[in-house]
């Protein structure tokens, strides 16, 4: 009976990866249009981004070390994402207040998405836990930040028909920025 019970949970386990692997979407892939709440809580649409590049990343949780490191970089290059005509997005399962204190800690100039159910992270195919909490001390104020799923951190790079010419699903919190210019630049010859 302990063997069958291993077999089920192995097999179970088995088709859950499957399941999760086959909406993971590929380089060549053309993605669905998605919205979300940003870090004011006004609807943020991929169909209103008219630029040549749409780079959208997933990461785990607003505020932590890797997640500041890789939004600090990507802010500290987005002139340069500008000139090349790309647009930037950060994509969570922090809840919207969370991206607002965020954003102003760091003084982040891109858009922050609230994927607080996973639907956009599903979307793309990148795999979510469960959410979790932390506290952090914002302008000498204790406050509980709360995300409904915790997304891997995944990088992936549109071009303006919305096919993805560039998936990182190993990214580098803090190379990723000059990582995803360098695909840019050589999207763009």
Do not use: H
Not at 7 to 32: R, Y
Not at 96 to 103: A, C, I, Q, T
Not at 141 to 148: A, E, Q, S
């Amino acid at each position: 009976m302990k063997k069958l019970t291993s077999i089920i949970a192995l097999l179970t386990l088995t088709i859950s990866v499957m399941a999760q692997n086959a909406n993971e979407l590929k380089i060549g892939d053309k993605v669905s249009e998605f919205s979300g709440l940003d870090d004011n809580g006004n609807v943020w649409n991929s169909s209103n981004v008219k630029t040549d590049f749409l780079v959208v990343y997933f990461y785990p949780a607003a505020m932590t070390g890797g997640c500041t490191a890789q939004a600090c970089a990507y802010r500290d290059d987005k002139a340069t994402f500008d000139k090349m005509g790309a647009t930037i997005v950060g994509i969570s399962g922090d809840e919207v207040k969370n991206l607002k204190y965020f954003k102003e800690a760091d003084q982040l100039n891109f858009p922050l998405i609230s994927d607080s159910e996973g639907v956009i992270s599903k979307s793309f195919g990148v795999p979510t836990k469960e959410g979790g909490s932390i506290t952090r001390e914002i302008n000498g104020d204790n406050f509980l930040l709360v995300r409904g799923v915790t997304a891997s951190r995944w990088t992936f790079v549109l071009d303006k028909n919305r096919k993805i010419i560039y998936k990182n699903a190993e990214v580098n919190a803090a190379e990723d920025a000059k990582n995803v210019l360098e695909v840019i630049k050589k999207a763009k010859g």
